[in-house]
T-cell receptor, first 114, second 113 residues
Framework: DADVTQTPRNRITKTGKRIMLECSQT?????MYWYRQDPGLGLRLIYY???????NKGEISDGYSVSRQAQAKFSLSLESAIPNQTALYFCATSDMGGTIYEQYFGPGTRLTVT | AQSVTQLDSQVPVFEEAPVELRCNYS??????LFWYVQYPNQGLQLLLKYLSGSTLVKGINGFEAEFNKSQTSFHLRKPSVHISDTAEYFC???????????FGTGTRLQVFP
């Protein structure tokens, strides 16, 4: 089984709809991240959480919110989806100890907003 | 804050030819450096990392990278590429001020037969 899983893998939704992307991990890591990937722009950080009670905005948090339900679960919500949120979304985790910067990625969620 | 520059957005190369993917980062006292690979329709996978020690780092699938502090570079190399190396490659650097990874914009390696 994969260490970092994301659901759904693909989603098409309409403008104005609320949508939630979910991430679960079995690695036992404290830190979790949400990124979006757009062609030519690389990965941009949306939100990150260093533990269950510590949630922080990344560089592009507008229009998004997150919830850290447990150490293993970190959800990303789009309150009112708009077409320019069409992108590939990745969840990642890293460990508090050792190489905290080494991140482990989920398979991604391809979101299309029409 | 740190920044990462991947100068080449696309690198086309023939099979069995050598390849170098370039990565430069902004200067800092100490950094950790990473290369990730993203195969089509997949997530990112760690290719190799530099934390300390030897400046020549070997990774999976025959890739290696060299940390050059004076030139603030961490270029990725492979002496002979395969069709299966076709993917997007991301360089990333640690940012101790924010305790996060900063990613470059990626280089798409296309290997032709």
């Amino acid at each position: 089984d994969a260490d970092v899983t994301q659901t759904p893998r693909n989603r098409i939704t309409k403008t104005g709809k609320r949508i939630m992307l979910e991430c679960s991990q079995t690695k036992g890591h404290d830190r979790m991240y949400w990124y979006r990937q757009d062609p030519g722009l690389g990965l941009r950080l949306i939100y990150y959480s260093f533990d269950v009670k510590d949630i922080n905005k990344g560089e592009i948090s507008d229009g998004y919110s997150v919830s850290r339900q447990a150490q293993a679960k970190f959800s990303l919500s789009l309150e009112s989806a708009i077409p320019n949120q069409t992108a590939l979304y990745f969840c990642a985790t890293s460990d508090m100890g050792g190489t905290i910067y080494e991140q482990y990625f989920g398979p991604g969620t391809r979101l299309t907003v029409t | 804050a740190q920044s990462v520059t991947q100068l080449d957005s696309q690198v086309p190369v023939f099979e069995e030819a050598p390849v170098e993917l370039r990565c430069n980062y902004s200067s800092s006292v100490s950094v950790y450096l990473f290369w990730y690979v993203q195969y089509p329709n997949q997530g990112l996978q760690l290719l190799l990392k530099y934390l300390s020690g030897s400046t020549l780092v070997k990774g999976i699938n025959g890739f290696e990278a060299e940390f050059n502090k004076s030139q603030t570079s961490f270029h990725l190399r492979k002496p002979s590429v395969h069709i299966s190396d076709t993917a997007e490659y991301f360089c990333a650097v640690s940012d101790s001020d924010t305790d996060k990874l900063i990613f470059g914009t990626g280089t798409r390696l296309q290997v032709f037969p």
